[in-house]
């Protein structure tokens, strides 16, 4: 990969706590290149990644995605593995081992996401906005005092964006997330967590 490369102006990422604003934030700097006739595209618009859907490759991704000047991506894609693995410890206590390899999956997969779609996207010239970023799988990750290292690791090779933190305060938060499925997962069961 790159390596320790800076793509600030054409690297942009989003982080926060759900209900920061972070869509509020992309939704403006979307509008702002498109008032410069630049082509732009969501990952909302496009077919998902987590999983990727069915008979979908990251090659076919790219080639959707290739035409566009501007794009707002997520960091990482999952497969199916991943996800499943996802469901089966979201709601169950979970090992070192567990632990492990779900921090394998999630480097598994946001290496070959970048390896194939976010770096080719890049040499192209195009401007990418991330709806968080890789660096957002830590805090989680450190919610149940697990070695980060590996995901450290990873972090240090990837492209670097400008990246934006939108904080917010514990109780507009719970407010803004409500009717939220997220809100019920047990990240979200204390203030402490929050």
Not at 27 to 56: F, H, M
Request: net charge positive.
């Amino acid at each position: 990969m790159e390596g320790r490369i800076y793509y600030m102006n054409r690297l942009v990422s989003f982080s926060g706590i759900d209900g920061s604003g972070k869509t509020t934030q992309i939704t403006n700097l979307l509008d702002y290149y498109k008032k410069q006739n630049k082509k732009c595209i969501s990952y909302t618009e496009l077919p998902k990644t987590e999983p990727i859907e069915e008979g979908l490759s990251l090659k076919d991704y790219y080639n959707m995605v290739k035409d566009f000047d501007v794009l707002v991506l997520r960091s990482c894609y999952r497969r199916q593995d991943h996800v499943n693995y996802l469901k089966y410890i979201k709601n169950e206590s979970h090992s070192i081992e567990d632990t492990y390899k779900l921090q394998h999956f999630f480097i598994r997969d946001t290496y070959e996401w970048f390896k194939k779609v976010i770096i080719p996207l890049i040499k192209t010239n195009k401007i990418i906005i991330f709806d968080r970023f890789v660096y957002d799988e830590l805090p989680y990750q450190m919610l149940f005092n697990k070695d980060v290292s590996m995901i450290e690791n990873l972090i240090d090779i990837l492209p670097k964006p400008q990246s934006f933190y939108l904080k917010i305060d514990v109780e507009t938060m719970k407010n803004r997330n409500a009717d939220r499925e997220d809100s019920k997962n047990k990240l979200f069961s204390s203030d402490e967590r929050i």
